[in-house]
């Protein structure tokens, strides 16, 4: 995952909005999640808000908060916050993060200025053309459109995804993977990408208490 992103033109070391797009389950947050790891802004925050949560009104205090209350702008203040299905925010919380895009500031509901520096990405499934001329903020991300292939057209990511997975389920335990196991993994197209991999890694481990093997 780290090569392909160095290949997608360095874009760890960009700081401009970046729109992660493909199928569901091609691991879009992943891609978006390594970037933010790769870059200058590592040791910070990456949060994670659904575009569905970011509707109506709501939209501002969830992003900006309160006087009293942090908003996810600020929490990821120094480092990125990533949209997962931004065709599904809603034009307030568009506005704010074109606000923020711009010149790293917007406003509370209660009118108090917030400031922050944060590097905006998003995924979509789909962006419909009339959606992209008519909103600066979604123009702004469809310019920097990254397409994620699905996990059959790069076969070579299921090997460390694999071990990464498997070791993540449980950490306490060490669970690793045997080469047989990858081998066998790498000739499945998977249609279920990403999310599918991860299912069935979670599944076989749970069989065992330390090396996933192709029995399981």
């Not at 203040?77 to 704010?96: C, K, N």
């Not at 979604?138 to 990254?146: D, F, H, I, P, Y």
Request: hydrophobic share 40%.
């Amino acid at each position: 995952v780290t090569e392909v992103c160095v290949r997608w033109n360095g874009l760890p070391l960009k700081t401009f909005p970046i729109l992660m797009s493909e199928k569901a389950g091609v691991g879009k947050e992943l891609y978006a999640r390594t970037v933010h790891e790769n870059s200058a802004r590592a040791s910070r925050p990456f949060v994670v808000v659904a575009g569905s949560c970011l509707t109506g009104t709501a939209a501002q205090t969830l992003l900006c908060g309160t006087e009293n209350a942090a908003g996810l702008l600020e929490r990821a203040d120094g480092g990125s916050l990533f949209v997962d299905d931004i065709e599904r925010a809603s034009p307030v919380a568009l506005e704010i993060l074109e606000a923020v895009r711009i010149g790293g500031c917007t406003s509370r509901r209660d009118g108090t200025r917030l400031e922050v520096s944060v590097r905006l990405s998003a995924s979509a499934r789909r962006l419909p053309q009339e959606h992209t001329t008519e909103n600066s903020f979604l123009s702004a991300l469809a310019s920097r459109e990254v397409f994620v292939p699905p996990l059959r057209e790069r076969k070579e990511d299921i090997a460390p995804l694999a071990k990464f997975f498997v070791g993540g389920i449980a950490p306490v335990h060490s669970r690793t993977i045997t080469n047989e196991a990858i081998e066998m993994l790498q000739r499945y197209d998977w249609p279920g990408n990403m999310r599918e991999l991860k299912n069935v890694l979670s599944a076989a481990a749970q069989e065992t208490d330390r090396t996933v093997t192709s029995a399981n």
